[in-house]
């Protein structure tokens, strides 16, 4: 491993690093919020240039490591101690449940490549998707439309619509009824 090479590596711009730090010192006050102001910590997302639809609630213990690289919809939950470590970019459709402690990882690093370098990588989240407490989703993931992810599930490729994952690797267990609106 070219541990040196790596560290030379330009990651981020200057302009992406001082937003980063500004987020991170302010930060304390979207942790700190008590749980019933949502409107807060969305006003806050906003801020820092993320896309925030109507009636989302997010807890906060969530982690959310990059504002402006989220966007999510109308009716959304992020649980207690979720993780969204969005180094690329999430979309979460409207009305997802991220149920408490479930991690989004965006980034990871090329293991072919003896410098290790970055990869930030985007993840999709369509409409109607539950994941569940627990549960991982990798870098490059589509989850499809109301699909569900099961409790611990571990998805590293992409979630069919319509229907419910579980295990690690995540394997299908069933198929679920479309829900209409």
């Known amino acids: 491993m070219d541990v040196l090479r790596n560290r030379k590596i330009k990651k981020w711009s200057k302009s992406e690093l001082l937003v980063r730090c500004f987020w991170f010192m302010l930060s304390p006050l979207f942790r700190l919020s008590p749980r019933l102001c949502w409107g807060w910590r969305r006003s806050m997302l906003r801020l820092f240039g993320a896309s925030v639809g109507k009636h989302v609630r997010i807890h906060p213990s969530a982690k959310i490591f990059i504002p402006w690289n989220l966007n999510i919809g109308d009716w959304c939950a992020v649980g207690n101690d979720a993780v969204i470590y969005n180094l690329g970019s999430i979309y979460i459709g409207d009305k997802v449940i991220i149920s408490q402690r479930a991690h989004l990882c965006g980034g990871s690093h090329d ?71």
Not at 135 to 141: L, R
């Open 111 to 181: 293991f072919r490549d003896p410098a290790m370098t970055l990869i930030k990588a985007p993840i999709t989240i369509e409409d109607k998707v539950w994941i569940c407490a627990d549960s991982f989703v990798g870098p490059g993931v589509v989850v499809g439309e109301g699909a569900v992810l099961a409790a611990r599930g571990v998805a590293v490729k992409n979630l069919k619509p319509w229907s419910v994952y579980g295990g690690n690797p995540v394997k299908l267990i069933s198929t679920r009824e479309q829900i209409r609106d």
